[in-house]
């Protein structure tokens, strides 16, 4: 190996400093890039140890090697991947949004499933009006025109926060809804895997998770093949059950009309319901607006583009599928979703082509949940960034993927689905209350956001206050029609969020004023008064080696032994005269056995004589060659360290011992 000038000298720029230290080892896995800067590389930080490596290995085959930082830029979307990575939720949306006006409009019989086209024309011109408003805000924030910042830029804090607690539990519904109905499309085909629906569910959850830590650009790819899949099959599905009505195709159902039993009147508030159970249809519509920044340049340009393709697909196959369903009398059924049951009367059977939109639509459907995976973490880390979540939550790992927001979203979804059995039904009325109060606040700050912009806004005013208004009228009604059937659960959950976000940011600024320099004060504290105890178990090499390094601290060097035994400490007080080297020992008695305890009445009594001193407490901690072999060895480092952890005025810390074979 060539000789490494592991320290350079050289004259600094900072005031008041002599000279800055310059660590060069670039075969060790670090580069110079400047007089007082280092870049490390990949090897910096390999792992030494059998078991890392191991880990590393696993952990590479799974979700890629590291990708540095300033590759970012090429990880960036197309918008034919795009269409695949921010769509997919909405496009899929189509599997379940017409079912979900059906199972409400049968309550009142064979009688209300007329007004399923009506329903369906007023979705459908509800999601024109959102296209459009979304459309002026990817223009007016290519930086990302969430509904979280848009309402906190024009609204203030607090509907900031209440947009943003609504789009994280929306993007955890869309997780577990979109899975659980995914899960229904392979039951609908192969009805012996009824039993199996949770854990075939979790699994589906747990893998596009795996995805997703691969990164984006891999994501996109992953995603995008079973996008267009389902895009190609749903229009021709459509295309197909088209020409056979208009070529004199009966409308023929193996559910007689006459055989649905009425338990519900016809009213306004049950077509109200059937309305707010088919918007479902719009969930996943402002990803788009929320990822611009992960598009290829021209961002806002290509991000439009991509929403008007989106919402143009999504319109089209939402009717096509409405009108074949009403055409054929297609019912709800247990364990068959609708589309199956069209696909059945389209293909003539269960044929190729049947199982071949089957399976379409659970790759789609499960694949749908990679929105709120697009979106969760990037909104988590804009929220972190803000001081509103933990700080971890803007970590991107080595995939420059936010982990903390994926792992997070990952557990909170299966454990939803795992508490509704991954019933579609029942997970569909907490689902889209949240999206479309973030809807209606991303609109009305839009509104101001125009007001506020120099020049004449008035035709974007008018845009934006027409989907404020459309989508808050939405709102409402779901609050309305589904809140006895579990609208309330989220509408409790958003304040709750909006108080731990709160709670986040008080404890993030009463830290920044802890810690904060006084602009008047010296460039360096005065050096502090330091009492170092070390407890010790034995005389051992382990606990020489603490010695050692607690005399290289400080004069002040006290080790500690905690016993039961009074002849095992008066065997270590005759091994403390050849050993001790004039260090101080303390030999505290325990009848009960306790270890901590009494250390920590000695660490109090240290305390009380010397207030002003930092207590450091080093813990010999032996460390053998394997990390199998460290369950053998007594945890008693750990606990110590636990006990200490919290402690003021006390520094912590391990002194370790390694094993040589």
Known sequence: MPDIDWWEERRGTLPGNRYVRVLRAADRGFTEVGPSTLRAGEGATAPRTGIGRVMTGLKRALIGRPIASEHAIHERLTKAKALAVLSSDALSSVAYATEETLTILVLAGAAALRFTLPISIAIVVLLAIVAISYRQTIYAYPNGGGSYIVAKENLGMLPGLIAAGSLLIDYVLTVSVSVSAGVLAVVSAFPATA?????????????????????????????????????????????????????????????????????????IFLVLRAFTSGCTALTG???????????????????????????????????????????????????????????????????????????????????AANTSYADFPRLGSILARDGFLPRQFQFRGDRLAFTTGIVVLTVLSSLLYILFAGQTDRLIPLYAVGVFISFTLSQAGMVRHWLRAPGNHRRNMAVNGTGAVATGIVAMLFAYTKFL?????????????????????????????????????????????????????????????????????????????????AEEAAQLQEQWTRWGEGINLVILESPYRSLTGPLLSYIDLVQRKRPKAIVTVLVPEYVPLHWWEQTLHSQTALRLKAALLFRPNTVVTSVPYHSKN
């Open 195 to 267: 039993a199996y629906t949770v854990p075939m569910g979790v699994l589906f959850i747990l893998l596009i998770m795996l995805g997703n830590l691969r990164g984006v650009r891999e994501s996109g790819t992953i995603f995008a093949i079973p996008t267009y899949i389902f895009v190609v099959g749903m229009l021709a599905l459509i295309a197909i059950g088209l020409v056979r009505v208009l070529t004199g195709d009966p409308a023929a159902t193996s559910t007689p009309r006459d055989a649905l039993h009425a338990t519900e009147g016809i009213g």
């Open 285 to 367: 519509v402002e990803a788009i607006s929320n990822g611009i920044p992960a598009f290829k340049k021209p961002e806002s340009k290509n991000a439009a583009t991509t929403l008007i393709v989106m919402v143009t697909l999504l319109g089209t196959m939402f009717m096509g599928i409405s009108f074949l369903a009403h055409h054929y009398g297609i019912t709800p059924r247990d364990n068959e979703s609708v589309i199956s049951q069209i696909a059945e009367h389209v293909f003539g059977g269960r044929n190729a082509a049947y199982f071949v939109i089957q399976l379409a639509t659970t790759l789609i459907l499960v694949l």
């Open 485 to 565: 059937y579990g609208a309330w659960l989220v509408i409790i959950i958003i304040p709750i969020i909006v108080l731990l976000c709160l709670g986040v940011a008080r404890h993030y600024r009463s830290v920044a004023g802890q810690v904060r320099l006084p602009d008047d004060g010296p460039s360096m504290p005065r050096a502090v008064e330091q009492v170092v105890v070390v407890p010790i178990a034995q005389m051992d090499k382990v606990s020489l080696n603490a010695l050692v390094y607690a005399r290289a601290l400080s004069a002040n060097v006290v080790a500690v032994h905690v016993t039961d035994d």
